[in-house]
Structures are given as structure tokens and as C-alpha cells.
């Protein structure tokens, strides 16, 4: 993770984790099985491309 994200509060919401970056949005869906974490989707404002948000 690229540090200028190391310290943004990541949000958990239902089945999904968002990041807020100078007013944009990230944010990543996910499905849960008994023992991992699949991440199923990103999307990310676009200016923030490039940044590495889509990473969380």
C-alpha cells in the first residue's frame, strides 16, 4: 500500500471496504466463505487513477 493511504480510515460496510482520498472514493466488494476473503470488485473515482486507491 502506497503510504499516502497507510493512515485513511478504511470503512466496513456490507460485504464492502471504502476509502475516502481528497474527496474521492475507492472501494472494494467482497464475499466471504468459511475460511478466506474473496475480493470480488474494485472501482475507484477516476481521479484517483493511477494512485493505487484501487489496491486498498
Known amino acids: ?3 499516502e493511504f497507510e493512515n485513511i480510515p478504511l470503512v466496513k460496510a456490507e460485504k464492502r471496504f471504502e476509502i475516502e482520498f ?3 472514493y475507492a472501494f ?3 464475499r466471504e466463505t468459511t475460511h478466506q476473503i474473496a475480493l470480488v ?3 475507484a473515482d477516476p ?3 493511477g ?3 484501487r489496491r486498498l
Open 28 to 30: 472494494i466488494d467482497y
Open 51 to 53: 494512485t493505487g486507491a
Open 1 to 3: 500500500m502506497k503510504p
Open 22 to 24: 481528497n474527496g474521492h
Open 41 to 43: 470488485h474494485t472501482e
Open 47 to 49: 481521479e484517483l487513477a
